[in-house]
């Protein structure tokens, strides 16, 4: 099966998207950080209206597709010389084929297109399986952060970079 990444920014594929956040992070992360912050992220950023707010914010959304299903999607927004990666998400029915892995080398393809130097995403501290990925992938934890979400809420996360070379 073929696996191709299309940019989106229509309010039919945002709701595609909201559809599928909700299935992936209900199953992978109320483990975490329990039902009620899941529904509360969701909501603050992962709804159609949050995504087109963050879409008129400069973040660039893409399906990711297998063949002809939806099975997951990421985000990221230039910023300086990197492109901050916002969101990275896979399915569950889809894990471990190596998406996650394509979905990267993906993002460092469109770094180097724009000449810029690195990969920045944060992750949650206690989504172990995700950090082993990156750092398997070459990412670099840089610093802790824990931002206020609202509501009572916080992100405790690390950030990662990845230093990607020139295509020169």
Do not use: C
Not at 3 to 30: C, G
Not at 95 to 103: I, W
Not at 111 to 134: D, E, F, M, P
């Amino acid at each position: 099966m073929s696996t191709s990444f299309r940019a989106t920014s229509t309010s039919d594929d945002l709701q595609q998207i909201e559809t599928l956040a909700r299935e992936i992070w209900e199953e992978h992360y109320t483990p975490i950080i329990g039902e009620a912050q899941v529904a509360y992220m969701l909501d603050k950023f992962q709804s159609v209206e949050a995504m087109q707010k963050q879409v008129k914010e400069g973040y660039e959304y893409f399906m990711l597709h297998e063949g002809e299903e939806l099975v997951g999607y990421l985000s990221f927004k230039e910023e300086q010389d990197e492109l901050f990666l916002s969101k990275v998400y896979v399915h569950s029915k889809v894990r471990g084929k190596g998406l996650g892995k394509t979905a990267i080398e993906f993002v460092k393809t469109e770094v180097q297109k724009r000449g810029l130097s690195q990969i920045r995403l944060t992750v949650n501290k206690y989504n172990h399986n995700s950090i082993a990925a990156y750092i398997k992938m070459g990412f670099a934890k840089t610093r802790e952060i824990v931002m206020d979400i609202g509501e009572g809420y916080v992100m405790d996360d690390y950030e990662m970079v990845l230093r990607v070379g020139s295509r020169e």
